[in-house]
């Protein structure tokens, strides 16, 4: 990363930083080859749930390698995604985003990455879903996604291969907890493998690159000025800096700059589909309307354009409507009262457990979350009445 923009800055803000402190990459890679190479020749089938480009590259690589050394090159890799040929194709010709010994290679000219050769050599098939492979060899490794095991070809993945003890899934995903992603599959006799890969600054690197800069004020999350959680003793998982402004969760902060505004045009189509509504409040008569819009900035100019959406994709899908504010649990359960829900309330530390035995349904709700626990059969009607009443106990903008 090219330092020199950012010395000297006015604000200087820190987020994002290594979910995996303590973990090292390299020795998640290698217990990753281990769990893989114990299982294969056990006759079981391996599982990485992953996306389809990232961290997926490494672990064709690692693998390849490993299993070669060991003479085991007869395991064939499935690469189940329907951008799984787009990827592979990309990932040869983007060398900015590469290391040094990467892009070395894309000039000489030689592949970059050995995922290539796999292909040439079959060991590798790339299939856009799971349907299309006609012949699948057992025993194999499978590349599928998502991480969070909720959609995608995974979940039949894992609900056919789950009762097997002789496979292993393996997380990379430092992003989610892999405990939570397997609940909905309880009672697993499958493996259950937990070495997350996380490229991002960790403590080390991350106090480093702020001593170096030396901005008059850093900002960043208030958890990553204490000791994590799971390591209260470790005093060196920490951002150490003397001008810093902390920040929380759902909290508005104020940053003072010589700019006080900028000039932003909108899209003329998305100003033709905003339909503001007459707002007031004390000394305030405005129309107003909620937006969902993607920021598009170049050569110095601002542009509010309409998002990227693709409707077979529920998480790049912006809502209508935002919610915000805090759940109050005796509202919620007397909405739950008014559509003939019987329900029981019981009051934790951190929130409330609401049972609804009628739908064999639970819901969890904390400070910051709530989650909707329901039965392994069912097939979303029950969740979506409990989603409908729960938003509607909060507030809408």
């Known amino acids: ?99 040094v010994g990467k892009q070395r290679k894309v000039y000489i000219p030689e592949d970059p990455f050995p995922h290539t050769e796999l292909v040439k050599t079959n060991r590798l098939k790339h299939f856009k879903a799971l349907h299309e492979i006609t012949d699948l060899r057992q025993p194999c490794i499978v590349f599928c996604g998502h991480p969070s095991l909720r959609f995608g070809d995974i979940v039949h993945l894992v609900e056919s291969w789950g009762s097997n003890s002789a496979n292993t899934i393996i997380f990379t995903d430092a992003d989610l907890p892999y405990i939570e992603c397997l609940l909905p599959y309880q009672p697993l006799a499958m493996k259950a493998i937990y070495c997350p890969i996380d490229p991002s600054l960790n403590f080390y690197q991350a106090n480093k690159l702020i001593k170096d800069l030396k901005p008059r004020l850093l900002v960043t999350h208030e958890e990553y000025l204490v000791p994590p959680k799971n390591f209260p003793s470790r005093a060196e998982l920490v951002i150490e800096y003397g001008n810093v402004h902390r920040i929380s969760p759902g909290s508005m902060i104020s940053l003072k ?114 989650e909707i626990i329901c039965k392994k059969n069912d097939l979303g009607a029950a969740r979506g009445k409990l989603r409908r009443i729960l938003v509607s106990c909060l507030t809408e903008f």
Request: with cysteine; proline share 7%; hydrophobic share 35%.
């Open 1 to 99: 990363m090219e330092q020199t923009p950012l010395k000297d800055c006015d604000i200087f803000i820190l987020s994002g930083l290594n979910k995996a402190p303590t973990n090292v990459a390299d020795q998640s890679l290698g217990e990753i080859c281990l769990n893989a190479f114990s299982t294969l020749t056990a006759g079981g089938n391996v599982i990485f749930p992953c996306y389809p480009s990232g961290i997926v590259y490494d672990l064709f690589e690692c693998l390849s390698a490993h299993l070669t050394a060991n003479r085991c090159s007869q395991y064939p890799f499935y690469f189940i995604a329907p951008q799984s040929e787009t990827s592979l194709a990309y990932s040869n010709i983007l060398s900015e985003w590469l290391s």
């Open 257 to 370: 700059l010589k700019r006080k505004s900028v000039q932003t045009m909108m899209d003329p189509k998305m100003a033709q589909e905003i339909d503001p509504t007459y707002r007031t409040g004390k000394d305030v008569f405005v129309f107003a309307s909620t937006i969902t819009t993607s920021l598009d900035n170049m050569d110095n100019k601002n542009r509010l354009v309409k998002p990227q959406m693709d409707l077979c994709d529920p998480m790049k899908v912006p809502p209508s409507k935002y919610t915000w504010g805090n759940l109050d649990p005796a509202l919620l359960f007397e909405k739950l009262s008014s559509e003939g829900l019987v329900a029981t309330i019981q009051y934790t530390s951190t929130g409330c457990i609401i049972n609804i035995p009628s739908e064999r349904a639970t819901i969890q709700v904390d400070g910051t979350s709530s």
